[in-house]
């Protein structure tokens, strides 16, 4: 059973299209956390919801923005992409204590034509 | 700055052999890792953890050390298995993760 669903799973984009990624879970998991992860690179973290509050990492770009509308869902938005945006977006889940371990969805594949 | 690194990208092992994959942090005050096994078109899972509490964490066939003074910890699999073939993400939960090493087991 699917517990942390990542869609669309590709997506294409043209380049300056806004695009948003949504990410649900079904762990009733207090933080939701976004991850950008290019070819060959580790992923990185973008920012994170412990339950409404959002932590943005110094290094994000303003380009990316994030909503968590409630508990189960979550979205990246990126405002205007660029070539170098293009990358898997990881989403992923834990219950909020130090030592959680993090439940990963599938990731969204995204192409800026 | 890569704060966690993994300097192999990739590692074959024959099967019923050890593998072992290395790991390389640079913040001292880092306390918690975890390695992750990732296979095509999936998210990373979950795979083990240690604390700096530790040195040792033993869960089966895997177990990961760690050496605080070195700021290296390495996760070994005994006796690999062709199952055990995917990429493995070191990471200092949750924020910093290592480029990955792709292990190979080959039957």
């Known amino acids: 059973d699917a517990m942390v669903i990542q869609n669309p799973r590709y997506q294409v984009t043209q380049f300056g299209k806004p695009v948003t990624l949504s990410c649900s879970q079904t762990l009733n998991h207090n933080v939701m956390y976004w991850y950008q992860q290019k070819s060959s690179q580790a992923p990185k973290l973008l920012f994170h919801y412990y339950d409404k509050d959002f932590n943005n990492e110094a290094d994000t770009p303003d380009n990316f923005q994030s909503r968590r509308p409630n508990t189960s869902f979550c979205f990246l938005d990126i405002r205007s992409p660029g070539l170098g945006d293009a990358a898997m977006y990881l989403c992923?889940?834990?219950?909020?204590?130090?030592?959680?371990?993090?439940?990963f969805g599938p990731g969204t594949r995204l192409t800026v034509l | 700055d890569q704060q966690v690194k993994q300097n192999s990208p990739s590692l074959s092992v024959q099967e019923g052999r050890i593998s072992i994959l290395n790991c390389d942090y640079t913040?001292?005050?880092?306390?918690?890792f975890l390695w992750y096994k990732k296979y095509p078109a999936e998210g990373p899972t979950f795979l083990i953890s240690i604390s700096s509490i530790k040195d040792k964490n033993e869960d089966g066939r895997f177990t990961v050390f760690l050496n605080k003074s070195a700021k290296h910890l390495s996760l070994h699999i005994v006796p690999s298995q062709p199952g055990d073939s995917a990429v493995y993400f070191c990471a200092e939960n949750p924020f910093y993760f290592g480029t990955g090493t792709s292990l190979t087991v080959i039957p």
């Open positions: 992923a889940t834990s219950g909020g204590q130090g030592t959680d371990t993090q439940y």
């Open positions: 913040n001292s005050m880092f306390d918690y």
